[in-house]
């Protein structure tokens, strides 16, 4: 079991900045990956970076590249995304989310889930 709390979800105006923290605990492992996706409303929950949590390489979807940067410590047991130049377009909650398989970008691909934060981006 892994689990998983994500926090630092806020009201932040356009071109803001922003970051997001997920703690991460139980039964982890450097094998695993860690995503983050986001879920606005009336849409699917889609992909927005994942991170190799033993090796730190990462990979963004097109839509935020260049704008997020996800990251983790390893030592501390916490993964980030620095969130920059935000557009009402990134509001959505934002979930981590734990898998073993190699870089996947799918939500069924996913194991463990945190329970989400809020990002609202004001235009």
């Known amino acids: 079991q892994v689990q998983l709390v994500e926090s630092g979800g806020g009201l932040v105006q356009a071109g803001g900045s922003l970051r997001l923290s997920c703690a991460v605990s139980?039964?982890?492992?450097?094998?695993?990956?860690m995503g983050w996706f986001r879920q606005a409303p009336g849409k699917e929950r889609e992909f927005v970076a994942v991170?190799?949590?033993?090796?730190?390489?990462?990979y963004y979807a097109d839509s935020v590249k260049g704008r997020f940067t996800i990251s983790r410590d390893y030592a501390a047991n916490h993964m980030y995304l620095e969130m920059n130049s935000l557009k009402a377009e990134d509001t959505a909650v934002y979930f981590c989310?734990?898998?073993?398989?190699?870089?996947?970008?799918?939500?069924?691909?996913?194991?463990?889930w945190g329970q989400g934060t809020q990002v609202t981006v004001s235009s």
């Open positions: 991170i190799d949590w033993g090796g730190g390489s990462t």
């Open positions: 139980g039964r982890t492992s450097n094998r695993y990956y």
């Open positions: 989310a734990a898998t073993l398989q190699r870089w996947a970008t799918s939500r069924g691909q996913y194991d463990y």
